[in-house]
């Protein structure tokens, strides 16, 4: 899975990422046990979390009933049922987020715009500093398909992740699309039978890997520091003015 280069980042470093967190989440549109040449990018990620000793949890979305909606658990809205509840507490324990999709007809899919939406259903929930509850979580995400929109799908999963409340580092994307029309996708045995296709691609290799550093490397920063400072953008201070009288140093 992965390379000698992306090995030997993992082996020749001294930073302790070991109590952070993470969670994928693979939009495909495939069921399992399906493959998804999705879940094969994701998996170079996740090779490099798991070697660095962060927690990983993976969640294959398609493979849930997750009502559509925009509220916490859409029982209480009239769905007969909603698996969103027990996926939330994921994402709520996770430092980390990476979403993975597939691109059809040049937009991210029906299974992600799903997960955005209910990203966005506890957008007015708070943590313990006033804050919108996904402060001081990282995200990132990663394309896979066979047509052009890499750049575009990423723009619209990051834009969406850091409204919300997400911290978005350097280089939070990757993706591989291959040659444009039918033909194979990342993953597919190559006809001549030397390997996968893509899997010896640099450009998507080395996307790969910043993004997966990168976001390694913020969440320790925000770990370390105690999340983002609360000063300015809580919501407890916004809407009682009287804490400006004396201001509790949790805010700084």
Not at 45 to 66: C, G
Request: aromatic content about 8%; some cysteine.
């Amino acid at each position: 899975m992965l390379d000698e280069t992306q090995k030997k980042l993992c082996e020749d470093h001294s930073n302790d990422y070991s109590d952070l967190k993470a969670l994928t989440v693979n939009c495909t549109l495939k069921r399992s046990p399906e493959g998804s040449h999705t879940d094969k990018l994701l998996g170079v990620v996740e090779a490099i979390l798991v070697r660095n000793n962060v927690s990983l949890d993976q969640v294959r979305l398609v493979d849930h009933e997750i009502a559509p909606g925009v509220y916490p658990d859409m029982t209480e809205h009239g769905a007969e049922k909603d698996d969103w509840p027990d996926i939330w507490k994921k994402v709520e324990a996770a430092d980390i987020l990476v979403v993975g999709t597939p691109i059809w007809l040049g937009e991210k899919s029906s299974v992600c715009q799903r997960l955005i939406e209910r990203l966005y259903a506890h957008s007015g929930q708070t943590n313990g500093k006033g804050q919108y509850v996904f402060y001081g979580k990282v995200g990132g995400c990663i394309v896979t398909g066979n047509e052009d929109g890499i750049k575009h799908v990423g723009m619209g999963v990051l834009y969406s992740l850091q409204h919300v409340g997400y911290t978005i580092p350097p280089q939070a994307d990757a993706g591989w699309i291959g040659e444009a029309g039918p033909g194979p996708s990342y993953g597919d045995a190559k006809e001549d039978g030397s390997g996968y296709v893509g899997f010896d691609n640099d450009f998507t290799r080395r996307n790969a890997t910043f993004m997966t550093w990168n976001l390694m490397h913020m969440a320790r920063m925000l770990k370390d520091a105690g999340g983002i400072p609360a000063w300015g953008n809580s919501v407890d201070l916004w809407e009682d003015g009287s804490r400006f009288d004396a201001p509790n140093p949790e805010y700084r």
